[in-house]
């Protein structure tokens, strides 16, 4: 009886960990038919036996003997309860399933019921990783579009408050016209008045009356109109205060989207506020203008206007040269568009580029302002700083030229970075070494002489901390540096980050990892692929909030190898990029699977099941697969061969490479190991369309080194595995390593060649032979 698929993840705690995947989203069926594809746990049984499944400590029989021992004999008794229960129901197609599962689990484990407990663990562990991926993605969704909804909301909030104040200027406007007509008004009567004194006619009380109505009305107006001033300019603070919130955070995102996160960075939006926040304020410096010019014609005792104006006067200047600070921008942060399209890390003597932006888009603006370069304006006190000049048009022009950005830019596209000489002898780098040019950290800055109407400001922005490197063998490196500051810290003027650089909890850390790979292909890294990964900086059973050290990251090698993790990583992502793309991006690459895990999905598939896995004991990235076979006795036996480099893969495409594998067994007859690619997808559906296409020429180049690196399989087993590399293959030397448990090896003779050549195992544990 199958599972009743259920449309919702449940949010009751009180039910089992079965029912619960049984009521996930259809999104997750094939995750779990995939995962019950085998016949080493039917998914009835699983069903059925549920309850006392789960209530077993399968992790302890899994590391003892006897333990596991009783609970194959528990379990051959449950199994026993529902043949009878089913017999007594008279359901002969469950009672069927039931005997025939018991009989295989008898055949194959009950000499090796450990091996039982490690298969229903994994299982178990399986499951719980769909349901927490499930969890994820249902609160993900949940939390994405309350952040939508909130983006939504704030941007009809800002919209509104910008628009808002321009109406205000505009309704205050016509009160200072108004004002203005009043107090001219007041002007003629009372030059009227002043005219009759002088001239000695007679002044009835009643003028004198109307005259002080008058000033007392003018009066009343000013000090209204200056409360409805200094009300406005304090809504004009709050919005000021958000335009600098929302720049904030823009500068954030770009800070993620320089290291690969698919955020927005479009500034439009930012630019559409800003001005329209600008263009306010312009009216307003010209309405209070009016307002302080008005006592120079009439003033009285206590005239409001005569120290009110002044004041407002001086919020408006400090609120306008605040605005106009923060609109100078870096929207492109620079870049080398050679060798590497990773910004931030320069490289001496190679072209790059960079451009800013001035979120004021003002008609009047367009080519009438300058931006100047430079850089390290302030360089921190280390010794051995290095120092630069740059190079190229120093100068350019604020213009609004560029149809698809369609804002004032100064686009800097021919720049180049030149090292300061110390001496008259040597550089000012020598004898730093890679480590320190890597976390050296720099920042390119850009002024403006800002002259609008009649004010007059300094304009400065500033890049992000770069690294500058005069080595291409420093750039993966570097890149390491940016990822971490930039994924880190928002303190952007801090050059010396990597004194003491701070702790990355693994969360953050995993989306960063994943962004590498979203931006060079198509596809990043699931959880599983990033579970891997956590064991292999946070050690064994790694936590959401396991913190991880920048050392740890990108300094100290791996245990065992002579390289870092980041190197390491680094190097799959080029060997991806470069060779791999087209197969990755369809997701036939698992990647990244541990020695222990791949085992264990492999030992339950059919044989000829293969998957395809990152060696984890090459420097510069590598790719092997890994198949089952099944011995005569129905033992799983998982191989893999020695794992392909970039040298390997531009000889020959890996689908090639899968297409035409075979070993030579018993006779020397042919056999195709690789037949399904993991979990139980047939290999010429996965790979088929990315055949070649038949070509005399290049089948016999694709034969001749397939014959080269065909394996040769025969019965002989030899207790001690060891084999030295030569020639072309010496890059490839590992130390010695020493399986957990005996392993079925047979003897590897090269085509063509009688000398007997012996299986090599490298460092993963992998079997390899040429």
Not at 271 to 289: C, I, S, Y
Request: some cysteine; glycine content about 4%.
């Amino acid at each position: 009886m199958p599972p009743v698929w259920r449309a919702a993840l449940p949010a009751c705690a009180t039910m089992s960990q079965w029912q619960v995947l049984c009521h996930l989203d259809r999104a997750y069926h094939e995750q779990v038919l995939h995962l019950y594809s085998s016949e080493v746990l039917p998914m009835e049984v699983r069903q059925y036996l549920a309850a006392w499944i789960e209530s077993q400590d399968w992790n302890h029989a899994q590391r003892e003997a006897s333990v596991a021992r009783v609970q194959l004999q528990n379990l051959l008794e449950h199994l026993d309860y529902q043949y009878n229960r089913f017999t007594q129901e008279h359901n002969i197609v469950e009672r069927r399933s039931i005997l025939k599962f018991k009989q295989e689990i008898q055949a194959r484990y009950q000499e090796r019921p450990v091996e039982l407990a490690q298969i229903i663990f994994c299982v178990l562990e399986e499951e719980r990783k769909i349901i927490s991926a499930a969890k994820d993605a249902e609160q993900s969704l949940t939390e994405h579009t309350s952040n939508i909804t909130m983006v939504n909301q704030r941007q009809q909030e800002l919209d509104h408050r910008v628009m808002e104040m321009k109406q205000k200027v505009q309704v205050i406007g016509q009160e200072v016209k108004s004002l203005e007509e009043q107090q001219e008004m007041f002007d003629f009567r009372f030059k009227t008045f002043q005219a009759q004194v002088t001239s000695n006619q007679p002044i009835g009380q009643k003028m004198k009356i109307i005259l002080q109505d008058m000033l007392n009305n003018l009066d009343r107006s000013r000090k209204e109109i200056l409360a409805r001033l200094q009300e406005l300019l304090g809504r004009c603070e709050t919005l000021v205060h958000f335009l600098e919130e929302e720049l904030v955070e823009w500068m954030r995102r770009q800070q993620e989207a320089c290291i690969g996160a698919p955020v927005d960075v479009s500034l439009s939006l930012l630019e559409n506020w800003f001005t329209g926040t600008v263009e306010a304020f312009f009216q307003l410096r010209h309405l209070l203008k009016d307002l302080a010019d008005l006592p120079e014609k009439v003033s009285y005792e206590n005239d409001p206007l005569r120290t009110g104006a002044v004041i407002l006067q001086q919020r408006v200047h400090e609120l306008l040269t605040c605005l106009l600070k923060r609109a100078f921008v870096v929207e492109d942060q620079p870049c080398m568009t050679f060798p590497c399209k990773r910004p931030l890390v320069l490289r001496t003597s190679v072209r790059f580029s960079v451009s800013t932006r001035l979120l004021v888009k003002l008609q009047e603006l367009n080519h009438s302002l300058k931006v100047t370069v430079s850089i390290d304006k302030n360089p921190p006190s280390t010794k051995g700083y290095r120092k630069f000049n740059v190079l190229g048009t120093l100068d350019k022009v604020l213009a609004m030229d560029d149809v698809q950005k369609k804002g004032l830019v100064a686009d800097f596209k021919f720049l180049t970075l030149k090292e300061q000489r110390a001496g008259a002898g040597g550089k000012g780098s020598k004898g730093i070494n890679d480590g320190l040019v890597t976390e050296e950290l720099h920042q390119i800055h850009f002024s403006m002489q800002f002259k609008y109407q009649d004010l007059e400001l300094n304009l400065e922005t500033s890049t992000l901390p770069l690294v500058i490197i005069s080595n291409v063998s420093q750039q993966s490196s570097s890149w390491a540096s940016v990822i971490w500051f930039n994924l880190l810290s928002t303190e952007t003027k801090n050059l010396t980050f990597f004194s003491n650089p701070p702790v990355a909890v693994w969360t953050r850390l995993a989306d960063a990892l994943s962004w590498q790979f979203s931006t060079t292909t198509k596809r990043g890294l699931n959880s599983d692929q990033l579970s891997m990964l956590a064991e292999k900086l946070c050690g064994p059973h790694p936590k959401p909030d396991s913190q991880v050290k920048w050392t740890r990251f990108a300094k100290e090698n791996v245990s065992g190898f002579n390289f870092s993790f980041w190197t390491w990583f680094d190097g799959v992502l080029e060997l991806v990029k470069t060779h791999l793309e087209d197969i990755w991006n369809d997701g036939w690459i698992m990647g990244f699977v541990s020695r222990k895990k791949e085992k264990l999905l492999l030992k339950t598939k059919m044989a000829g099941t293969f998957l395809l896995r990152f060696s984890e004991s090459c420097k510069d990235g590598a790719i092997t697969f890994s198949w089952v076979e099944f011995q005569t006795n129905g033992d799983p036996t998982v191989r893999s061969v020695v794992p392909y480099t970039k040298r390997d893969l531009s000889s020959i495409p890996l689908p090639e490479i899968v297409r035409s594998f075979q070993t030579l067994v018993e006779e020397n007859i042919p056999e195709t190991s690789l037949l399904y690619l993991y979990p139980d997808i047939p290999k010429e559906k996965a790979f088929g369309k990315y055949y070649a296409e038949y070509n005399e020429e290049c089948m016999e180049e694709y034969r001749r080194y397939m014959k080269r690196r065909l394996i040769v399989v025969s019965e002989r087993q030899p207790d001690i595995i060891e084999s030295p590399l030569t020639g072309d293959d010496e890059e490839q030397k590992t130390p010695p390593f020493e399986a957990e448990e005996p392993l079925d090896f047979s003897v590897l003779t090269l085509m063509g060649s009688d000398d007997p050549m012996m299986p090599i195992i490298d460092s993963d544990g992998e079997e390899e032979g040429y």
